[in-house]
């Protein structure tokens, strides 16, 4: 049943499996809804989907699948049967539910049985229906008026289905990040660690002990939980990156309010011997890289956003600086970084499939040993996982 739809939802990459469709099927068996696609809509995006990010593709997948289907008529007439579902349908039902069902002639009779009870309940909605507008247009005509006022009732709108508004449009995980959804995709990344006295109660662990010490209570403390994380970012500025201000100023403004220990520097297409704190001083106030490698430990995470879009020889070269005269390549300071910090991820802002028409973007991705992620949620929470291990 609804197998159909099932794999239309597997067509458009939303992550369902047949577990999820037996929850759903089990729900309509229950008659938690009936005869009202909208909450149909609902109830299926709750047992189907597990994750906003997957909102927008469930309501393009639900619009394409029931385009034009406005009652549950149409829904049943879409349902199909197949040995798999009948008989995980057939583990769901009581004893006396498959003999009544048995007696009807089996599940597509009892389909049909419900096709048709609800054809009955629909002709009987439409003869109400009508009595009711005779009635509504006597009363108008005796009062010589349209409606109240004199003025013309006119007929009511069809709302529009709420999956074809695509409300969650920006939560899908494959698009870029934008002002709704940065904050919440960094909050969901963050990694915390335990610091400090024990003093809150770790329930897991007493259960555990406790079971473990025959029944006699053994009560664990735990460091009450702290945001520690040390994140150090790095952000490309000018030149090609002036494209992409807009999200990287959002996505700066997000880790100011996300982590608690955090430093932010800026650079120009790659990394060299200084980076700067403040745009409007880049020239006059640099602070040499040697210092940020001595100052900051090696548990800090390191983040570099930028494009890694430039001449190659940008990268691979002494001189290769088009500001300033590097005497050392930036080939060597990636290095350097790598060598010091464990974890260090590059984000790009670009589209991802665009990548590989660079080959500074490449060489830059080799370099950052393939930690290379774009600015898109899944890009973003692939990254901080990373540097979350």
């Known amino acids: 049943m609804l197998i159909n739809f099932f794999l239309t939802l597997r067509r458009y990459k939303v992550p369902v499996t047949l577990r999820e469709l037996m929850d759903l099927l089990a729900a309509l068996q229950k008659r938690v809804v009936y005869a009202n696609l909208d909450e149909f809509y609902l109830l ?6 597990k ?23 149409g829904l049943l007439e879409s349902l199909v049967l197949d040995d798999l579902l009948r008989r995980e349908i057939e583990k769901l039902l009581s004893d006396a539910d498959l003999r009544e069902i048995k007696n009807l002639g089996g599940l597509e009779a009892f389909i049909e049985a419900v096709r048709k009870q609800r054809e009955e309940e629909e002709r009987k909605q439409a003869e109400e229906r009508a009595q009711q507008e005779n009635q509504r247009k006597g009363d108008r005509e005796g009062r010589g008026q349209d409606g109240p006022g004199g003025l013309g009732q006119g007929r009511k709108r069809k709302a529009r289905r709420v999956w074809n508004q695509r409300q969650y449009k920006n939560l899908d995980d494959s ?22 006295a024990p003093d809150e109660l770790d329930m ?8 473990e010490n025959g ?41 100011k309010t996300e982590f608690k220990h955090l430093g932010s520097y800026y650079f120009h297409n790659f990394i060299y011997e200084s980076v700067w704190r403040d745009n409007r001083r880049r020239m006059n106030e640099r602070i040499p890289t040697w210092n940020i490698l001595n100052k900051f430990a090696a ?47 590059w984000i790009n802002p670009t589209p991802q499939e665009t990548w590989e028409y660079s080959s500074s973007v490449g060489m830059t991705q080799k370099l950052v040993d393939g930690r290379m992620y774009p600015l898109t949620i899944r890009g973003l929470e692939e990254g901080m996982n990373f540097l979350s291990k």
Do not use: Q
Request: glycine fraction near 8%; aromatic fraction near 10%; charge should be positive.
């Open 44 to 49: 299926s995006r709750t047992c189907l989907v």
């Open 51 to 73: 994750d906003e990010s997957n909102y927008d593709k469930f309501d393009r997948a639900f619009g394409s699948y029931f385009k034009g289907l406005d009652d549950i008529k």
């Open 175 to 196: 698009v870029e990040l934008g002002t709704r959804n940065i904050k919440m995709a960094l909050r969901r990344l963050r990694k915390f660690a335990r610091t400090g």
């Open 204 to 211: 897991d662990t007493t259960i555990k002990a406790t079971a």
């Open 215 to 255: 029944g006699l209570l053994d009560i664990k403390m735990r460091p009450e939980r702290r945001n520690t994380v040390k994140v150090l970012t790095f952000f490309d500025i000018g030149g090609s990156m002036d494209a992409h201000v807009k999200i990287c100023e959002e996505l700066f403004s997000a880790t």
């Open 299 to 345: 548990d800090y995470r390191i983040v570099f956003v930028g494009d890694a879009t430039m001449a190659p020889y940008e990268i691979t070269h002494s001189g290769g600086s088009v500001e300033h005269w590097n005497d050392e390549p930036g080939a060597l300071w990636i290095r350097r970084f790598l060598d010091r910090y464990d974890k260090l991820v």
